[in-house]
């Protein structure tokens, strides 16, 4: 389940009721989940929890499909499912494998997106527009310049500032689902202990040393 409340139907704002409309028709999306695309469709009931919040960022998702936007919807998808692997965010992957496919993306460059560096399915521009995304997502903005100067040389500054913006927005949007454990994201924690055998209290290296002190 979501870490935070979720917002019933009766208990939504008329903009969000709106959105539940068109996402779960007439069912509160709280007491029976589930959108069309097979999402439990707790992001957007949770969302709802701030109006404004919700209206601002379904708004950016019209900015980034905007006929006004100038980025290929390709290379900005490239940016939107790179930030959801790099990110760990199996909701934000998934949902822009199908819109990767919706602009055109091969399932051959979707396949590879875990191990682009390696793949040789990638125009030059592509794979500038990937490696830019790892340096927005794994180093924190940290661009070399020979990654900025490909980028340059392949698209203009208006392409650019709308590439860096919607990958930045989905790098946030990966975060917060992981985060509030939303859709995809509502996973349990695998880094931890796996208990020793019964009977056994010692770890493997102190054992090893031990063995080492009694050798020498």
Known sequence: MPRLKQVARKDADPFAQKLYDVLFGDRDPVEQPGTATGTPGNWWTVFALVPD????????????RSKNR???????????????????????FSQHCKACRDVGLSE?????????????????????????TD??????GRVPDGIFDALKANLSDEEIL???????????????????????????????????????????????????????
């Open 53 to 64: 919040a919700f209206r601002h960022t379904t708004e950016g998702f019209q900015f980034y």
């Open 135 to 140: 340096c927005l997502v794994l180093q924190g």
């Open 162 to 216: 709308e590439l860096t913006y919607v990958t930045a927005t989905y790098d946030m949007h990966a975060t917060m689902s992981r985060a509030l454990r939303l859709e995809y994201d509502d996973v349990d924690e695998r880094i931890v202990e796996v208990p020793a055998p019964d009977g056994s209290s010692d770890d493997v290296m102190s054992m090893v040393d031990d063995k080492k002190k009694r050798e020498d």
């Open 108 to 132: 051959e460059q979707i396949e590879a997106i875990p191990h682009w560096p390696v793949a040789d399915c990638w125009s030059p521009v592509e794979r500038a527009v990937l490696a830019y």
């Open 70 to 92: 100038k980025i290929d919807p390709k290379l900005r998808e490239l940016g939107q499912i790179r930030a959801g692997w790099a990110r760990g965010s199996q909701f934000v």
